[in-house]
């Protein structure tokens, strides 16, 4: 089974993006932000993952090449909000990327400018919703043509995302090459009604849970 849940920032400011990360999870007032560094991440990423729909408390942030930088993210939610942020702090293109490969479900969206511009969710090779207005590169049906030749029949799975990805010029794909190097931002509780952020660095988590 592999499941990622990342957003990738077509911009090579990690500084930029842990400061918002940071921000993101620490906008409670009752948050205290916190770093450190230590020399190693949990090794096992999915006893972290909430396995709802819900904002995420954990962040691993990394920079794929000098242009891109990924943040993988512990929940199913879409983080809309977070990438929207990043995308108008960092004036970039910004992406937001779930693709589970045993239900074959996933989720895309495109941010710009502070909002999300285009969004497509899909479940074994069929598309279950979308918003926003058409990208230049696509076309009706969505997806690609799996038909015997004398009848079309469209489905939407992960390559699309990669397609997706490859026209925006994310400079990644699904499963692109990782960090070598993670920093990670999570929220950490304290105490009831008093919850702290830390930053750790570290070597990369493995994306298949």
Known sequence: MSTICKIIVANGNIDGVIHACRDYLGKDSSTEVLSESTSHLYPRFDKLFINEIDHPTH???GAVSEDVVEVHFNSFGYCSDLASMLSERLQCSVFVVIYQS???AGYFSLHKGGRKRRSIEFGEGELSEQEGELLDFESEPLGHDIGDGDEEYFVFDS?????????LNAGTSIYGAEPAEWTLVYVLHKS????SIRAEKGKPWWKIW
């Open 102 to 104: 045993t239900a074959e």
């Open 192 to 195: 009831p009604g008093r919850a």
């Open 159 to 167: 390559d699309d995302i990669d397609d997706y990805l490859e026209n």
């Open 59 to 61: 962040l691993f942030i």
